[in-house]
T-cell receptor, first 112, second 115 residues
Framework: GDSVTQMEGPVTLSEEAFLTINCTYTATGYPSLFWYVQYPGEGLQLLLK?????DKGSNKGFEATYRKETTSFHLEKGSVQVSDSAVYFC???????????FGEGTQLTVNP | KAGVTQTPRYLIKTRGQQVTLSCSPISGHRSVSWYQQTPGQGLQFLFEYFSETQRNKGNFPGRFSGRQFSNSRSEMNVSTLELGDSALYLC??????????????FGPGTRLTVL
C-alpha cells in the first residue's frame, strides 16, 4: 500500500537557518502530495501542495517540489523564524479518493 | 468563510462508555473524512463520507462508526471505549473528493481521554 517516510526528528535550528525536511513516498499511480503543519493544541493546517510531477508548491517562504524520479517531496525554507516551530507532516493522497496517508511528522524547534 | 468546526473540543469518558463526536464542514464542502492521531500510531484514516454515503474505510474495528447528514455535517461514534481510544480525532472536509485539485482542510480536533 501507499506509504510516506519523513526524516526523523526532532530538528532544532537557530533563527535564520536553512531548513530541509526530507520526505519520500511509495505509491501506485500518480498521487498528490501535501505538507501540513500542526501547532501545539491545534489541528492540521495545509502548508503547500503539488498535484503532478515537477510541480512546485510554495507558501509563507516554504517550498517543495514533486520529484517523481526520486519519489520525494522535500520541504525547504531559506530562513526559519521562531514562529515556524511546529510539527510538520508530509502526506500523499491516493490517485482516486480522498484518503490521506501521512508520514510520522517532524518536530521543528527554532531558537532565537 | 468559516473553517471546519468540531465539537466538543475536549471529552473525558470511562472505559466501556460510548461517545459521539461532531464535525461541520466548510460551507459547500460535501466530503468529510475522519482521522485518529496518537503518539504511537501517528495519523490514521478512519473513514470518509460523501453525499451521506461512506466511500472509504480505514482499518479500525467495528466499534468505530460514522454517518453524514444531508447538510454534510458528520458524526462519528465509538462504542465500548477502550483506553487505547484516547486520541485526537480530526475531521477534514473537501469540495470534490478524488479530483486532482481536491484539498482537505482540517478542523481543530476533539481530544478524547478514556479513563
Amino acid at each position: 500500500g501507499d506509504s510516506v517516510t519523513q526524516m526523523e526528528g526532532p530538528v532544532t535550528l537557530s533563527e535564520e537557518a536553512f531548513l530541509t525536511i526530507n520526505c519520500t513516498y511509495t505509491a501506485t499511480g500518480y498521487p498528490s502530495l501535501f505538507w501540513y503543519v500542526q501547532y501545539p493544541g491545534e489541528g492540521l493546517q495545509l502548508l503547500l501542495k503539488a498535484t503532478k510531477a515537477d510541480d512546485k508548491g510554495s507558501n509563507k517562504g516554504f517550498e517543495a517540489t514533486y520529484r517523481k524520479e526520486t519519489t520525494s517531496f522535500h520541504l525547504e525554507k531559506g530562513s526559519v523564524q521562531v514562529s515556524d516551530s511546529a510539527v510538520y507532516f508530509c502526506a500523499l493522497r491516493e490517485t482516486s479518493g480522498s484518503r490521506l496517508t501521512f508520514g510520522e511528522g517532524t518536530q521543528l524547534t527554532v531558537n532565537p | 468563510k468559516a473553517g471546519v468546526t468540531q465539537t466538543p473540543r475536549y471529552l473525558i469518558k470511562t472505559r466501556g462508555q460510548q461517545v459521539t463526536l461532531s464535525c461541520s464542514p466548510i460551507s459547500g464542502h460535501r466530503s468529510v473524512s475522519w482521522y485518529q492521531q496518537t503518539p504511537g500510531q501517528g495519523l490514521q484514516f478512519l473513514f470518509e463520507y460523501f453525499s451521506e454515503t461512506q466511500r472509504n474505510k480505514g482499518n479500525f474495528p467495528g466499534r468505530f462508526s460514522g454517518r453524514q447528514f444531508s447538510n454534510s455535517r458528520s458524526e462519528m461514534n465509538v462504542s465500548t471505549l477502550e483506553l487505547g481510544d484516547s486520541a485526537l480525532y480530526l475531521c477534514a472536509s473537501s469540495f470534490i473528493p478524488g479530483a486532482s485539485t481536491d484539498t482537505q482542510y482540517f478542523g481543530p480536533g476533539t481530544r478524547l481521554t478514556v479513563l
